[in-house]
């Protein structure tokens, strides 16, 4: 990592602090990892050692989906340390709220192709969340941080994906959670087809039942 | 308790929990003295909580805890202006057998009944007993584990379990393993104190999606560990607690980077878990945050939290009519509209 000049933290993330850098003349991010002492030290080091290695990989496999990431410089595996390209633009969280309705339905169907496009390639994001969306001034969307990422065909993985994405919305964009979401899925079905779409959303209203209170679900059903 | 009591104008509102297996009642002020919080717990002789079994333990001890409650705080029936109960979310014949008992109590009385919303009260009572504002809460207990805060009239959900909630993963694995829970000493209280012995770290599935996360794979493969035999009981307890707790940690931690929020509160009835609290304290000190843990008799499901956000709600203008004092077996929070905060 000798080639690291003058890294500026820009961002103390949950999981990892990112700093932006030059590295051999390019703008480049630091994705660093950092210990977290409320777990045990190997517990620790598991986590981090994977996803250091796992989001570099399925950000490049992204990409064989046309899905647009960073590109990955380097990844230091002993400092769990990940050097990427940096993307210039805005994040979709903050574009939500700034741009007109027809904007922000026209940005979620795009979104809802790129998320099927990932899931068509057999990819899971695994943290569909606006902040780690990120659209340049071309109008390009890309999608970053894959640490929570995971490779899967199954029909439980892609309805968890989308409920989350689902989720963000309305925790941090209520106002209009609503419209988004169908803007997201209407993408979604533009890219996978109708057939395809609906086995996913039975998938989340079936996750969304799963939530809470076990015991009771099963006296329902019993009892219907 | 009770015994600095003042007679205020409005009165006392009187909370009635039944959500699961504790049968509890409070008395509050208008001011949030807690003037009474007795509960009663439900301990199945074997295996897990029948809803049937545990409404018929509430029908039973209902008088007496009413009795205590009356007692304990002094306040006559006719003092009271407002009846609450928790209408959901909850186990039904539990949810109807408190309903029942609020709604005969509030006609009995002619006075207004209020349908409170059970992790709404848990929050509320969290924030008058610690002196928190604007907290981000982990809410972790048998029925619900959430990652939650208040943003434009509600409370948000940030991150949830996906599928079972953290108690009753703890629960399940500790009848698995033939543990006995008595008065004083729940199955959560049996891990933890096994857990101090446990020196192996065992690797279990640690599943974080998002700010959400997975515990039915973990239980399951813990309890096919312990089946075999080969792994120390003190062990997988200890492993137990420290993935499932990492995975809460985190997703809290993602919670408090997300919203910036400068509180953070823990609640719910594992939030008595001495190693819990040290994980998400350690968080709160790295983020800069204030830590706050509530008491455990106001932790776990308790009356007093109905009675003080029954208070809220009442004084807000928020009454349930009988006729739309069904209980509601799935409410989530952020369907509730939450006028009493800023």
Redesign the interface.
């Known amino acids: 990592m000798g080639a690291v000049k003058s890294p500026v933290l820009i961002k ?4 990892a602090n990112l700093y932006l850098a030059d590295w051999h003349g390019r703008k480049a991010v630091l994705k660093k990892r950092v210990r ?5 030290q ?2 620790d080091e ?2 981090r050692t994977y996803r250091t290695i796992h989001e570099p990989q399925l950000m490049h496999e992204a990409k064989k989906a046309a899905v647009p990431t960073p590109r990955i410089f380097l990844v230091d595996v002993k400092n769990t340390t990940i050097i990427m390209e940096h993307l210039e633009g805005k994040q979709v969280k903050q574009l939500l709220s700034e741009v007109s309705s027809s904007a922000r339905q026209h940005l979620c169907f795009k979104i809802g192709r790129l998320i099927a496009r990932l899931h068509e390639h057999g990819l899971i994001h ?4 606006t ?1 780690n969306m990120i659209m340049n001034s071309e109008g390009k969307v890309s999608f970053v941080d894959f640490g ?1 990422g995971d490779r899967s065909e199954e029909l439980e993985a892609r309805g ?2 989308l ?2 994405m689902k ?2 919305l ?3 964009h ?1 106002r209009f959670a609503e419209s988004c979401f169908k803007s997201v899925i209407k993408g979604y079905r533009s890219v996978l087809g109708a057939g395809r779409l609906k086995s996913v959303l039975v998938k989340i209203k079936e ?1 969304e039942r ?7 679900r099963r ?1 329902e059903e019993s009892s219907a | 308790m009770g015994k600095m009591k003042r007679k205020t104008k409005k009165g006392y509102c009187l909370g009635i929990e039944s959500t699961a297996d504790d049968f509890s009642v409070g008395v509050s002020t208008f001011d949030g003295e807690i003037l009474a919080n007795v509960i009663d717990a439900y301990i199945p002789p074997e295996g ?4 049937r079994e545990a409404a018929r333990h509430h029908a039973e001890v209902a008088s007496k805890v009413l009795r205590e409650a009356f007692t304990e705080s002094e306040v006559k029936p006719r003092d009271l202006s407002v009846i609450a109960f928790s209408q959901g ?4 014949p539990c949810l109807r057998t408190g309903a029942t008992v609020a709604r005969a109590l509030a006609a009995y009385l002619n006075i207004p009944l209020v349908g409170v919303n059970h992790c709404i009260a848990h929050i509320e009572i969290g924030k008058l007993r610690t002196g928190a504002r604007d907290p981000v809460t982990l809410y972790v207990s048998g ?2 584990t959430m990652v939650t805060a208040f ?2 009239g ?1 409370y ?3 991150g ?6 953290l108690g ?1 993963c703890l629960d399940v694995f500790a009848r698995e393993a033939g543990l006995r829970q008595s008065e004083g000493m729940p199955f959560g209280a049996l891990i933890e104190k096994l857990a101090l012995n446990g020196r192996q ?1 065992i ?1 279990l599935p ?1 599943t ?5 996360m997975s515990l039915s794979g973990l239980l399951t493969a813990a309890t096919t560990l312990l089946k075999k035999g080969e792994c120390k009981l003190e062990d997988l307890c200890y492993s137990l607690q ?2 499932t ?2 995975m809460v ?2 997703v809290t ?2 919670a ?3 919203t910036g929020r400068k509180e953070l509160l823990l609640t719910g009835g594992v939030a008595a878990n001495k190693r819990l609290q ?3 304290r ?2 709160a000190e ?1 983020h800069g945050v204030h830590f706050n843990t509530v008491q455990t008799e106001f932790a776990i499901d308790n009356g007093a939290m109905i009675a003080w956000t029954g208070v809220l709600a009442y004084e807000h203008g928020v009454v349930t009519s009988i006729e739309k004092s069904f209980v509601k ?2 409410w989530r929070l ?1 369907e509730v509209e939450v006028p009493w905060v800023q």
């Open positions: 103390k993330g949950a999981e977290k002492k409320y777990r045990p190997k517990l598991q986590i695994g943290d569909l969340t902040s929570l968890v994906d409920h989350l989720r963000a309305e925790s941090t209520y996750i799963r939530g809470r209170y076990v015991a009771e006296q | 897990g909580i029948h809803p979310p909850g186990l039904g029925g619900n943003d434009s509600r948000r959900v940030f949830e379990t996906l599928d079972i909630a009753n770290l690797p640690y974080v999606k998002g700010m959400d420290e993935t707790f990492s940690t985190e931690e993602r408090l980077a997300h040290s994980m998400i350690a968080v790295e077996l799935r952020e």
